[in-house]
């Protein structure tokens, strides 16, 4: 079985990203180009991202969660601490984040240590969910091997008849984790290849360098 793609080919013509025309901190770049997304309405999920972690076998593995927040001190998003993430993340944080909008013809690539929020953050941000959200966060032991469907339903539907007049309250095992930004570059899509690639480096006094890279 084969199929050949070769054919498949797009011209970027959509936007340009200039030095002249942005700022100096990539977070208010980021902010106008989430802005600009969300104004696009071309994007379904337009907070999914792919986040990629060092895994403790070794390899390099890719995932895609949902971006809840961003701010100055980084990129947020929840997840169970002892998935298979999680146990890369506690082994080593560094952590690679990109997002793909293919509709703006843009892609941000960012670089990072990942590391728990406050337990009282997690906290919070569990509150605000919806129950069956939270049922979710205690039924499955996310990325472990396990026996059928049924099983999951089974897990439930007991959780569900335990919780009926009970609060539900955040499990240790599920949070949020910040990735600190240390580099972020931003990609827009120009013709004939020859695409605007702007890196933004965290210097050791905590500024930010900005540098064009090649397509
Ligand atoms: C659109 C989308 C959103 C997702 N959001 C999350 C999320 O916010 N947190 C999460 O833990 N998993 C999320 N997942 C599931 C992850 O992709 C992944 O299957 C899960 O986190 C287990 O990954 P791991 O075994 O590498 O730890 C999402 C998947 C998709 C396709």
């Known amino acids: 079985m084969q199929k050949n793609l070769a054919d498949y080919r797009k011209s970027y013509e959509k936007s340009a990203l200039m030095e002249d025309a942005i700022p100096e901190n990539p977070m208010a770049l980021f902010q106008t180009w989430f802005d600009e997304l969300e104004a696009s ?52 944080p560094h952590s690679c984040i990109s997002f793909f909008w293919p509709n703006l013809e843009r892609q941000v690539i960012i670089k990072g240590q990942a590391e728990k929020l406050p337990a009282q953050e997690s906290d919070d941000y569990f509150n605000s969910r919806p129950e069956g959200s939270q049922l979710g966060a205690l039924v499955s032991d996310q990325s472990s091997v396990i026996p059928s469907r049924v ?24 949070g949020g984790y910040l990735v600190k930004p240390e580099s972020i570059e931003f990609w827009q899509g120009r013709p004939n290849r020859l695409h605007d690639r702007i890196r933004y480096t965290l210097d050791s006094n905590s500024d930010w360098k900005m540098e064009r890279l090649a397509p």
């Open 41 to 92: 309405k071309g994007v379904e999920e337009p907070n999914a991202m792919t986040v990629s972690t060092i895994g403790i076998d070794g390899f390099p593995k890719s995932r895609v969660v949902l971006l809840k927040k961003f701010s100055e001190r980084g990129f947020v998003f929840y997840s169970n601490y002892e998935s298979e993430k999680g146990k890369a993340i506690a082994n080593n």
């Open 151 to 174: 099983y999951l339903e089974n897990k439930l539907k007991k959780l569900e008849e335990e919780y009926k007049d009970k609060e539900i309250e955040r499990p240790n095992h599920w």
